[in-house]
């Protein structure tokens, strides 16, 4: 398993525990450095995240060692239409340009909804023109759920899955699905291991939407802090035992933030302390899913 970083925070305001705002373009210049340095050996990014792959370009070294995944803009017509594929197509070297890169690692259908829509073969087609191409490595898609990973399996051959992944999101581990992915070959990114940052606040700073879950959490971090851990170490200390994941992203604002989860990834665990907190999962895809999240009133 290896450490990715995550690039929303470069391109828009991200993240529920984010305190910082958009990350400067300097910051991010700094967090690459040190990313090269570390061994980090995917960067994340996608078309949607605002100036996202714009400042990333700007902060790539030239060699640069990463393999570089974006993600598709969303396309809501249905069924979709040959003008869908042209646009991700155009889309597309777009993103290689404002990267400035000839070739990336992964391309990734931002909804996997796309792919499963009437006429999603069409997306799927010209996601393996630009693989034949040599434009990009690996081609997949971003998902929120097993009953996407059990439709896109029955559907299409993909190289790479996006995935949430956590020690309050195990729903994915629990159903064998992850298992089902790496037995056909997919390589498989974890995302939202902090759930947004939900896991690093205390209980009492999180939005009132998740007042049914405060009880929870508080249990939660009482038992982070039993095992002698930080909310960081917690995290990956969970996650680092799931043998499926191939690759850990996670979105930072600041080089020390960065440094401090590079520690932490590489921290050794105590036996035991894993299962205990693997204890805390849940079901609910209300407060599992970003995308279902009402703060507005929080």
Not at 24 to 52: K, L, M, N, Q
Not at 122 to 130: A, G, M
Not at 192 to 208: T, V
Not at 212 to 221: A, C, E, G, Q, S
Request: charged share 20%; aromatic share 8%; net charge neutral.
């Amino acid at each position: 398993m290896n450490l990715g970083i995550g690039t929303a925070q470069f391109g828009m305001v991200y993240g529920i525990s984010n305190r910082d705002g958009q990350t400067p373009p300097g910051e991010a210049a700094a967090i690459i450095r040190f990313a090269a340095s570390a061994g980090i050996s995917v960067i994340d990014t996608a078309h949607g995240y605002g100036e996202s792959e714009t400042v990333l370009g700007g902060a790539l070294m030239p060699g640069h060692p990463f393999r570089i995944v974006t993600k598709t803009p969303a396309f809501p017509s249905r069924p979709v239409r040959p003008e869908d594929a042209a646009d991700l197509e155009r889309s597309f070297l777009g993103s290689l340009t404002k990267l400035g890169q000839r070739s990336i690692a992964g391309l990734l259908l931002h909804s996997a909804d796309d792919l499963l829509a009437p006429g999603g073969e069409r997306l799927h087609e010209k996601l393996i023109e630009l693989k034949e191409r040599r434009l990009v490595d690996k081609i997949g898609a971003s998902v929120y759920s097993g009953e996407q990973v059990d439709a896109l399996l029955g559907r299409y051959p993909l190289d790479l899955i996006q995935a949430p992944v956590s020690v309050l999101d195990q729903r994915l581990i629990a159903s064998g699905r992850l298992a089902a992915l790496k037995q056909q070959g997919v390589e498989v990114h974890a995302r939202s291991i902090f759930l947004q940052g939900l896991l690093l606040m205390s209980p009492e700073d999180a939005p009132s939407y998740f007042e049914p879950l405060r009880p929870m959490l508080r249990r939660y971090r009482d038992a982070v802090r039993e095992h002698g851990l930080t909310p960081e170490e917690a995290a990956f200390c969970f996650i680092t035992g799931v043998k499926e994941i191939d690759q850990v992203i996670i979105g930072v604002n600041r080089l020390d933030q960065l440094r401090s989860n590079v520690t932490a990834f590489r921290k050794t665990f105590a036996a035991g302390t894993r299962a205990a907190l693997a204890a805390f999962s849940i079901d609910d895809p209300k407060f599992l899913n970003p995308a279902f999240w009402r703060l507005h009133a929080a």
